[in-house]
């Protein structure tokens, strides 16, 4: 059933693309019941799996046999969460973009290959099948962006796509390396993990494979391509880059990197959490001084995500758990804080300058979207109740546990980070008003907000809350999962 959501996804593309032109409403509709199927398969999946270490066979055929690569789908509950949070995200990028008109069909045709690849990296348990998926995730972003987007497009596209595609080339290097080394008859995920790498293999092994994938998960100094991909892309490609996107380079450096090479996971450990602490004050700094507002969302992802990268490096239970919560919780967040600043604002204000909005008072003219920013801000500021909170404590926990300093930098980037949400909340909505753009507003009214923009944002504020009130839905199925056969190399080594 898991493996329908990769096939429906695909086949939803090439519905669209049989589809004749100039039919925007149908393409909308075929979209959302693909994103909508692919959901409900993912959440079948995932109440039918039984919690607990196994991990559940999905498919598994010879594919190139040759080479021993095999057709391997399979799930875990770190897969499920992911797979919950990219048909989450999938159906509410397409409420958020039932404004598309401009070659409708090919947009949403792009949006759904690039959900089909990512449900197919969160599934794949061979190395060169989830290589495969992770690359074919890459195409599609850079056409949304290179067709559909805005502010230098163009040079957003091209800039994502060169990180992405350097940072496979790493990626790709480390994983043959590894192959060849094992004795080249397997790429199957859990036989690579049970070999006994060399060490000296592995430090260098290590660095190039997690660094390769974390460039997609914004690791700094390898970010500067998030904040100008979210600022130049449409708003629904926008919330997959922030909610779905960058957890792929988080996910594959978890799924690969530290589980093949254990040892050189130890030799930069220390290394990877300094590279993190920082990426969650500079990006918290930065986004503190932006003037376009999607400036200011496109750091605050980068800052987020450090706490990602440093809840991994923690190599305790509760840490690990507390990343992918927060990979699930910042996917969330991030995508509803880009629907409002992206569609609800942008698209009806034609600007994103803070100075400018500041002006037009927009909480009286669209409350709704000052309400939905403001529950946002609470829910990114990690304020209780929301699943923020749950996600961060759990790394703030594991953090002090393996290293305290770290701990309290990040504590420090927190603080930051409620400044630069205060900041912009105030004013993008809650600003003093100024004559001129007053009158500009009641000469020009702004449209309404439409209701799939309503019932998008509703679906993220009530998945926010109910994790953030009840976490022990997704940490009782993620916790197990670190005492599968695949996380056996860092249990030997003392690390788990």
Same mark, same amino acid.
């Given at each position: 059933?898991?493996?329908?959501?990769?096939?429906?996804?695909?086949?939803?593309?090439?519905?669209?693309?049989?589809?004749?032109?100039?039919?925007?409403?149908?393409?909308?509709?075929?979209?959302?019941?693909?994103?909508?199927?692919?959901?409900?398969?993912?959440?079948?999946?995932?109440?039918?799996?039984?919690?607990?270490?196994?991990?559940?066979?999905?498919?598994?055929?010879?594919?190139?046999?040759?080479?021993?690569?095999?057709?391997?789908?399979?799930?875990?509950?770190?897969?499920?969460?992911?797979?919950?949070?990219?048909?989450?995200?999938?159906?509410?990028?397409?409420?958020?973009?039932?404004?598309?008109?401009?070659?409708?069909?090919?947009?949403?045709?792009?949006?759904?290959?690039?959900?089909?690849?990512?449900?197919?990296?969160?599934?794949?348990?061979?190395?060169?099948?989830?290589?495969?998926?992770?690359?074919?995730?890459?195409?599609?972003?850079?056409?949304?962006?290179?067709?559909?987007?805005?502010?230098?497009?163009?040079?957003?596209?091209?800039?994502?796509?060169?990180?992405?595609?350097?940072?496979?080339?790493?990626?790709?290097?480390?994983?043959?390396?590894?192959?060849?080394?094992?004795?080249?008859?397997?790429?199957?995920?859990?036989?690579?993990?049970?070999?006994?790498?060399?060490?000296?293999?592995?430090?260098?092994?290590?660095?190039?494979?997690?660094?390769?994938?974390?460039?997609?998960?914004?690791?700094?100094?390898?970010?500067?391509?998030?904040?100008?991909?979210?600022?130049?892309?449409?708003?629904? %490609? /926008? #919330?997959? $880059?922030? !909610?779905?996107?960058?957890?792929?380079?988080?996910?594959?450096? +978890?799924?690969? @990197?530290? =589980?093949?090479?254990?040892?050189?996971?130890?030799?930069?450990?220390?290394?990877?959490?300094?590279?993190?602490?920082?990426?969650?004050?500079?990006?918290?700094?930065?986004?503190?001084?932006?003037?376009?507002?999607?400036?200011?969302?496109?750091?605050?992802?980068?800052?987020?995500?450090?706490?990602?990268?440093?809840?991994?490096?923690?190599?305790?239970?509760?840490?690990?758990?507390?990343?992918?919560?927060?990979?699930?919780?910042?996917?969330?967040?991030?995508?509803?804080?880009?629907?409002?600043?992206?569609?609800?604002?942008?698209?009806?204000?034609?600007?994103?300058?803070?100075?400018?909005?500041?002006?037009?008072?927009?909480?009286?003219?669209?409350?709704?979207?000052?309400?939905?920013?403001?529950?946002?801000?609470? %829910? /990114? #500021?990690? $304020?209780? !109740?929301?699943?923020?909170?749950?996600?961060?404590?759990?790394? +703030?926990?594991? @953090?002090? =546990?393996?290293?305290?300093?770290?701990?309290?930098?990040?504590?420090?980037?927190?603080?930051?980070?409620?400044?630069?949400?205060?900041?912009?909340?105030?004013?993008?909505?809650?600003?003093?008003?100024?004559?001129?753009?007053?009158?500009?507003?009641?000469?020009?009214?702004?449209?309404?907000?439409?209701?799939?923009?309503?019932?998008?944002?509703?679906?993220?504020?009530?998945?926010?809350?109910?994790?953030?009130?009840?976490?022990?839905?997704?940490?009782?199925?993620?916790?197990?999962?670190?005492?599968?056969?695949?996380?056996?190399?860092?249990?030997?080594?003392?690390?788990?």
């Amino acid at each position: 059933m898991l493996g329908w959501t990769v096939y429906i996804s695909f086949i939803g593309v090439l519905a669209l693309m049989l589809m004749p032109a100039g039919r925007p409403r149908a393409a909308r509709k075929v979209a959302l019941l693909t994103a909508i199927v692919g959901l409900v398969l993912g959440l079948a999946g995932t109440l039918q799996h039984k919690i607990g270490p196994e991990i559940d066979t999905v498919a598994k055929v010879p594919w190139i046999p040759s080479l021993g690569i095999e057709y391997y789908l399979g799930a875990d509950g770190i897969s499920l969460t992911l797979v919950l949070l990219t048909g989450i995200a999938a159906v509410v990028g397409i409420l958020f973009s039932w404004n598309v008109e401009h070659r409708a069909k090919e947009f949403f045709a792009f949006y759904l290959a690039l959900i089909g690849g990512v449900y197919g990296v969160f599934l794949s348990f061979d190395v060169f099948l989830l290589f495969v998926f992770y690359e074919l995730a890459i195409i599609p972003k850079y056409f949304l962006i290179a067709i559909w987007g805005s502010t230098n497009k163009e040079y957003a596209a091209m800039k994502l796509a060169l990180y992405s595609f350097v940072g496979s080339a790493m990626v790709l290097i480390g994983i043959v390396a590894a192959y060849v080394v094992s004795g080249g008859h397997t790429m199957n995920l859990l036989e690579l993990a049970k070999y006994p790498f060399p060490e000296t293999f592995q430090h260098w092994a290590f660095p190039l494979v997690f660094i390769g994938f974390a460039v997609l998960a914004g690791m700094w100094p390898f970010h500067t391509w998030a904040p100008t991909g979210h600022v130049a892309a449409p708003t629904a %490609a /926008s #919330m997959l $880059l922030a !909610g779905v996107v960058m957890k792929l380079g988080a996910y594959g450096a +978890l799924r690969v @990197a530290m =589980t093949l090479f254990p040892l050189g996971l130890v030799a930069w450990r220390d290394v990877i959490g300094l590279l993190a602490v920082i990426g969650i004050v500079y990006g918290a700094m930065v986004a503190l001084v932006q003037k376009d507002f999607k400036f200011v969302i496109g750091y605050s992802s980068v800052s987020h995500m450090g706490f990602v990268l440093l809840g991994l490096v923690t190599l305790n239970t509760i840490g690990l758990s507390g990343a992918v919560l927060q990979m699930f919780s910042h996917g969330i967040i991030a995508g509803l804080l880009f629907g409002v600043v992206g569609r609800m604002v942008y698209d009806r204000t034609h600007t994103r300058e803070l100075p400018l909005l500041e002006g037009m008072r927009l909480s009286k003219t669209m409350p709704f979207a000052a309400g939905t920013f403001a529950i946002a801000s609470f %829910a /990114s #500021m990690g $304020l209780p !109740g929301f699943s923020g909170f749950a996600a961060e404590v759990q790394v +703030l926990i594991g @953090a002090w =546990t393996a290293f305290p300093t770290y701990a309290v930098l990040a504590g420090l980037g927190i603080l930051v980070g409620v400044a630069y949400t205060l900041r912009v909340l105030q004013k993008s909505f809650f600003g003093e008003a100024v004559p001129k753009a007053e009158e500009l507003t009641h000469a020009h009214p702004l449209p309404p907000i439409s209701i799939p923009e309503r019932i998008g944002a509703a679906i993220l504020i009530a998945i926010t809350i109910l994790i953030g009130l009840y976490p022990k839905l997704l940490l009782d199925l993620i916790g197990p999962s670190f005492d599968s056969p695949l996380f056996e190399g860092l249990r030997k080594g003392g690390l788990l």
